[in-house]
């Protein structure tokens, strides 16, 4: 083995590139580094055995590539780097933040303790079994309407509401006070209506006029 064929080696061992093509079925991409653009290389990934993670690599992306004994024909994409192109999301010293193509971003800052999730279209969580969520206060907003499919919803203690409307009946028990207001059934106010056919002794009033 000559000098330089050497050096050839040791220089490849470690290089800086950027990806130029990606192919997510085949789980390989092309990076171009100097004036060389590699074969089809994998990626390396956070977890790939029975607890597996995915997040390809993009054109324009700048890596890191190994090749094993310094032969390109070996060589994969060990990490990424941030570039002029691609600058940092965050400058937080202890965040875990992740910012996607769409805008959308996942981040944990623990110096508020605060999980934010912003720039998303739609989220779904399916639980085969239960789903707990504790706190001192929760605030879900709509702008058009929640949705509960299901036959039963419980609240173990007050519910305030501005207004309610109740479309199939059933059942009221305990003690209800009431102020501020009229209840009307069936055309009845209950608090003003009036009754014909009064008369002293033990016969009955007519129904509400």
Not at 109 to 126: C, H, R, S
Not at 136 to 149: G, L, M
Not at 155 to 167: F, M, R, W
Not at 187 to 207: A, I, Q, Y
């Amino acid at each position: 083995m000559t000098l330089n064929e050497l050096e050839r080696l040791i220089s490849n061992l470690l290089r800086v590139g950027v990806v130029e093509e990606v192919d997510t079925e085949k789980m390989v991409c092309r990076v171009r580094t100097g004036d060389i653009l590699t074969d089809w290389i994998r990626w390396g990934a956070d977890r790939a055995g029975a607890g597996r993670s995915w997040w390809a690599p993009v054109a324009g992306e700048q890596v890191i590539i190994g090749a094993v004994n310094g032969e390109l024909t070996t060589a994969f994409v060990l990490c990424s780097l941030y570039s002029d192109a691609n600058g940092a999301p965050s400058h937080s010293a202890q965040a875990m933040h992740k910012t996607f193509s769409d805008g959308a971003v996942i981040e944990y800052e623990p110096e508020t303790g605060e999980l934010t999730v912003t720039g998303i279209q739609k989220a779904t969580v399916n639980a085969a079994q239960k789903i707990d969520a504790t706190a001192q206060e929760v605030t879900v907003t709509a702008s058009t309407q929640i949705n509960f499919n299901t036959p039963k919803v419980v609240c173990s203690d007050n519910l305030t509401c501005a207004t309610l409307n109740v479309e199939k009946g059933g059942e009221m028990t305990g003690n209800f006070t009431h102020t501020r207001g009229s209840i009307n059934s069936n055309g009845v106010t209950l608090h003003t209506h009036k009754h014909s056919g009064v008369e002293r002794g033990n016969s009955n009033t007519d129904t509400p006029v």
